[in-house]
């Protein structure tokens, strides 16, 4: 047979990327960065307690994963816990391959960072009774005893920033920017429109779902149509509000942010966040793991127990008596003394 | 819906559709060119995704625009050559290339910009270029002329794209090699040369498209493109392999994406109506896809290798 130039050009490529590949393999390793060395220091100890976390969006979106893998790195000071992660899984079926792997490898816990995993979620966890699953945003745990749901009152600091921008907007309108009108996303929302409207009843809340967590060029779109519509202050929630934030950096429009603190996003426009910490709730699961409890409950982020907070951006300078106020609603949420309505 | 029809929403969506609609337009152009001369590259949105990432990270390191587009450019004539070596070389199923490209092109920017950013980073993206006196035509002016360099350049690459393609030489040996390259090959036209040139200025363009839209957006971030690098290649059908259909498909997405944002802005709709209408472009994408593909022809060698020794 004889041989063209393209064959063998072929062959030697096809060696060479196969040379290279193991060669690869062979120095690189597991280039997660969120792998964590044991904090123990008694070597006659247990082992350390295995978790990975599998989400849709990078763990430094300055939203939803981020808010979770800094909680779990709150918690790794404290526990003798490794982390592995598998980020930027925002195909379902990869995420899920990745949910299964995982427990397939033998970690003991195995978080399912995104709402959308649950459909795979409610087939891989009954395969593996020994592991536990913990699954968010969610207030189901599907009836099994190895899944914990977990869930944030949104809503909460939601309604905290909707009182300020209801005091701070001049022009009486107000836009957000939603991703998928579900989960703690459409609650953040929901609770943003009440404290607005509660504040002051003549304010309008525009509220575009741009039905995508992730398209980042619609979220600058839809920040540009608020403003077009006479927005003159901004919110918005999930990864893709990067996209939005740019627009109100650009534009000079006050900016309230929810998940993680996004004040480096826009030092000068961001007014307040609403931050979650999980690890309020990672450590009584982690807990009752060790206890023996691998799931059957669901855990909720409030004010109450901590798991939110409202971070001020002292950079903004809010005026003082809107931050009294605010931080009273905040108060008052926490004591139950008031209460978002949803 | 009255606010909806008040003349400064109607201007806002109209600008908003050609912003839009840019990165379609140049991204498309250049699929359209490889793919008149008889290959496919699927992975335009990979290519469009490195273009985003080295722009970005370029501005970001430099603070300078132009040096930003001109290596997002450089990075799509790297990724030609690449894509040339493993299609017209190699001869590889050029479907199963591209993805493989695309795939590429999300995971290597993703990898890039985890190590070497981090945390999105906002940057001062491209300014408005006002056209001198044309910009300042009430209304008219805000929707055409107020817009980014590249918007411009998208848009003045139509007309070009036509008169190379349909008045010169290289166009005439472009279309030969995507009809009947065997023809061209014993006419003396070497066919590997004219499809090594289209891919070439395919990706580059594909690059640019990927560096408007990052340089546009002032951030980059994993999976920029969303998607826009798959409904490019659809839009070269939409336009019947056409600059100037290509255009109209890129425009007409634009400007119906750019209208579903407004209506849901203002509250024209919500709700479940507000999924089903996000859905529009990508439906009256479809809908027209079926009637061109009754009428207009695709290139003849698309997709077929072509291998002198027959």
């Known amino acids: ?342 | 819906m009255s606010d909806f029809f008040t003349l400064s929403v109607i201007v806002a969506t109209l600008a908003s559709g050609i912003r839009l609609a840019t990165p379609f337009l140049l991204a498309s152009l250049g699929e359209m060119i490889g793919q008149r001369s008889g290959v496919l590259n699927l992975g335009v949105e990979g290519v469009m995704l490195i273009g985003a990432f080295v722009a970005y990270f370029t501005l970001l390191r430099t603070g300078s625009t132009l040096l930003a587009v001109l290596l997002a450019v450089t990075a799509g004539v790297v990724m030609g050559l690449l894509y040339s070596l493993i299609t017209l070389y190699m001869n590889a199923v050029q479907g199963i290339s591209g993805i493989g490209i695309y795939l590429f092109g999300l995971g290597f920017t993703d990898l890039l910009f985890q190590k070497q950013v981090g945390t999105p980073i906002p940057v001062k993206g491209l300014d408005e270029l006002h056209i001198p006196l044309l910009a300042d035509i009430p209304h008219v002016g805000e929707i055409f002329f107020q817009h980014s360099i590249l918007v411009y350049i998208a848009f003045l690459l139509v007309p070009v794209a036509w008169f190379v393609i349909e008045r010169t030489t290289f166009g005439l040996n472009l279309r030969a090699v995507g009809e009947t390259p065997e023809a061209a090959d014993t006419l003396g036209v070497s066919v590997n040369r004219i499809r090594l040139f289209t891919i070439l200025i395919g990706n580059s363009l594909a690059a640019l498209a990927g560096a408007a839209l990052a340089l546009e957006l002032g951030i980059f971030q994993q999976n920029l493109t969303s998607g826009r690098g798959f409904i490019a290649i659809a839009l070269v059908y939409f336009g019947a392999w056409r600059p100037l259909g290509v255009m109209s498909g890129a425009l007409l997405f634009g400007v119906v994406s750019a209208t579903v944002n407004q209506w849901k802005t203002i509250g024209i709709i919500e709700g479940a109506a507000s999924s089903l209408t996000s859905m529009a472009p990508a439906l009256l994408t479809i809908v027209v896809l079926v009637f061109v593909s009754r009428r207009i022809d695709a290139p003849s060698a698309l997709t077929k290798p072509f291998d002198r020794s027959g």
């Open chain 1, 1 to 342: 047979m004889k041989r063209t130039p393209g064959r063998r050009l072929r062959r030697s490529l096809l060696a060479l990327i196969g040379a290279s590949s193991l060669v690869l393999a062979a120095c690189g390793g597991d280039d997660a960065p969120a792998s964590q060395e044991p904090a123990a220091t008694d070597s006659a100890a247990a082992d350390p307690v295995r978790i990975a976390m599998v989400a849709p969006s990078a763990i430094n979106d300055l939203a939803f994963t981020q808010s979770m893998y800094d909680s779990l790195q709150r918690v790794a000071k404290n526990r003798d816990i490794t982390i592995d992660v598998s980020d930027g899984l925002f195909i379902v079926e990869d995420a899920g391959a990745a949910i299964r792997g995982y427990a397939e490898d033998g970690y003991d816990v195995v978080i399912a960072h995104g709402t959308q995993f649950g459909g795979p979620l409610s087939e891989i966890a009954p395969d593996f009774p020994g592991v536990s699953f913990l699954w968010g945003t969610s207030t189901d745990f599907q009836g099994l005893d190895n899944i914990y749901a977990y869930s944030v009152r949104s809503d909460e600091g939601g309604y905290v920033n909707g009182t300020i921008a209801a005091q701070i907007t001049e022009s009486g309108v107000i836009g957000v920017v939603g991703p998928v009108e579900a989960g703690d996303a459409k609650l953040y929302v929901d609770g943003f429109v009440a404290g607005a409207t509660a504040q002051d009843p003549s304010v309008t809340v525009n509220v575009n779902y741009i039905e995508s967590f992730s398209d980042v060029a619609l979220a600058a779109e839809a920040a540009t149509s608020h403003l077009a519509s006479g927005a003159d202050v901004l919110t918005g929630t999930a990864q893709m509000v990067v996209g939005a934030t740019g627009v109100a950096q650009a534009e000079g429009i006050p900016w309230f942010g929810t998940q993680s603190n996004q004040t480096p996003l826009g030092a000068d426009i961001v007014v307040a966040s609403q931050v979650y910490h999980w690890e309020v709730i990672l450590e009584t699961i982690l807990d009752q793991i060790a206890g023996g409890k691998l799931g059957g409950e669901v855990f909720e982020l409030t004010l109450a127990n901590g798991g939110l907070e409202i971070e001020f951006n002292d950079a903004f300078g809010l005026d003082a008596d809107i931050l009294a106020a605010a931080e009273q609603t905040v108060a008052d949420l926490t004591s139950g003394a008031a209460s978002t309505g949803l």
